[in-house]
């Protein structure tokens, strides 16, 4: 049984089809890219996922369980879409972290927050915390920033913002990570830095889906590759298969410009 | 009359100012948030109402709008100007208890209804810019980590909020201070209103320019404040 299993996604704003049935399934521990040309759909397609956006139709799938199915779509109310997103956790291209907040802060505040659901978080709330922000300085230490749990966003550089952003994801264990274009905001020497801790994730089994342009990095990284072009998935396989087996002539036109690139 | 009987005398008018000036202060900011919000509602039902009725307060003066307030009331009870129905009421506010005169508590009330209204239309202007202005991001991030709609907006969007309406704020308040004067329009007895009938009953005319040394020293010391709470929020970038 795959972790994630997505049947026939679409998704319209206004009069333009963006995704034109998306299926794919991904098996747990395994990491998958998401390569294409801008506006092809692939980052509408992670916010669909993560219920930034809600489907027009189809079925998303976690372990067996629905999380979305257009046929009760009507029915679904914002508590259950938060519970839903609590099974991924979604990595933005510009961070988005919260500039008011440290780097520790940044990282403790959903589980701190999700905390006081706790049964026992009246008696236990000081024991509760003090393993959130423990968790959390091990997060950090092993994005490397152990340094700047006092510092604000606003001092960090893009490379840092951003592993602090993936720590923040990984401090309320999701099931499944996505990236969104991860590096598209940094120069090369900063993406380089990123790079390492998705492959450092990756080497510890964390299921991940990234959306990248960076197609040394998605065949070095993943097990499955998915190239997308106007809505539609036109190849699908191991990188082995996509990269230097290449099907399609639209995946060939766009790995080609990379090639001369 | 020597200087020291002029100024408490004058303290005694400053001291409705601050009152009219702190109690539109406290009631306008809970006002305006919920206009703003009103006014940035995905309904229309709610919003045009709104948008239009912040149209039509910004769009007349305050004064007009304090005589609207005053009047309309009573005019519409029973057609009589001559009553007013504001004159019946007693705050029983101690702060001039030394004025001759009671009947302006209950203009007091219609002064203080008025100023609530015409700041909270301004306020929730400038509260919806600021809310407006943080990135869609930040709701975003905050969403997909599990949060709430209003742990987004209280933990993550508010203080950025604030950050930024702090200048246009001050801006506001400070002309609040100012614009508490416009009062006078009713007979409330405050600072401006306590010099003019000093004018005309012991024909001086100095204590009248006197009084800027009394709005002079209470808009700086706001303006002290206001920059402190400016500096608190410099720590960050948003």
């Given amino acids: ?261 | 009359m020597n200087f020291w009987t002029i100024t408490q005398e004058l303290l005694q008018g400053f001291g409705i100012t601050c009152l009219l000036f702190i109690m539109t202060l406290i009631l306008a900011i809970p006002l305006g948030l919920l206009f703003s919000f009103c006014s940035m509602s995905k309904l229309s039902i709610i919003k045009v109402p709104t948008r239009i009725f912040i149209w039509v307060i910004r769009g007349i003066p305050l004064m007009l709008f304090i005589f609207v307030i005053y009047y309309l009331p009573s005019l519409l009870a029973d057609g009589n100007a001559a009553f007013n129905i504001f004159n019946t009421i007693d705050l029983k506010i101690t702060i001039a208890s030394g004025s001759s005169e009671l009947l302006w508590q209950g203009r007091f009330l219609a002064v203080l209804i008025a100023f609530v209204i015409n700041y909270a239309c301004y306020f929730s202007e400038i509260f919806r810019g600021g809310i407006e202005s943080v990135s869609q991001g930040q709701y975003e991030a905050g969403y997909v980590l599990g949060m709430t709609k209003s742990q987004v907006f209280f933990k993550i969007v508010l203080k950025q909020v604030i950050k930024r309406i702090v200048p246009a704020l001050s801006n506001e308040i400070i002309t609040l201070v100012k614009d508490t004067a416009l009062a006078n329009a009713i007979a409330i007895p405050e600072i401006i209103k306590c010099a003019k009938d000093m004018a005309s009953s012991q024909a001086l005319i100095w204590p009248l320019f006197y009084t800027a040394v009394f709005y002079l020293l209470f808009v700086g010391l706001l303006t002290v404040v206001l920059n402190q709470v400016e500096k608190k929020l410099s720590y960050f970038k948003a």
């Fill in chain 1, 1 to 261: 049984m795959s972790l994630l299993d997505v049947r026939n996604i679409t998704k319209s704003f206004g009069k333009t089809e963006v995704l034109k049935g998306i299926s794919f399934s991904l098996e747990k521990g395994n990491v998958l890219s998401i390569i294409g040309s801008s506006g092809s759909g692939k980052t509408t397609l992670l916010r669909c996922l993560n219920f930034l956006e809600m489907p027009d139709s189809g079925i998303i799938r976690v372990c067996d369980k629905v999380l979305f199915d257009d046929a009760d779509k009507a029915t679904l109310t914002d508590e259950q879409i938060r519970q839903n997103r609590l099974h991924f956790g979604l990595v933005f291209q510009n961070f988005n972290l919260f500039p008011q907040y440290n780097v520790l802060e940044n990282v403790c505040l959903a589980p701190k927050l999700q905390a006081k659901a706790l049964p026992n978080y009246k008696t236990d709330a000081k024991q509760i915390l003090a393993d959130i922000e423990e968790k959390a300085r091990h997060l950090i230490d092993e994005v490397g920033l152990s340094a700047k749990c006092n510092a604000y966003p606003c001092e960090l550089s893009g490379g840092q913002q951003q592993r602090v952003a993936i720590a923040r994801a990984l401090a309320l264990n999701p099931e499944i990570l996505f990236f969104d274009e991860p590096t598209s905001a940094l120069d090369p020497e900063l993406t380089g830095e990123i790079l390492r801790v998705i492959k450092g994730l990756a080497t510890k089994n964390m299921t991940m889906v990234i959306v990248t342009h960076e197609m040394q990095f998605a065949r070095d990284v993943s097990d499955q590759v998915i190239f997308m072009d106007d809505g539609h998935i036109v190849e699908q396989g191991t990188p082995a298969q996509v990269f230097d087996n290449t099907q399609n002539e639209r995946t060939k036109a766009f790995l080609a410009r990379f090639n001369e690139g």
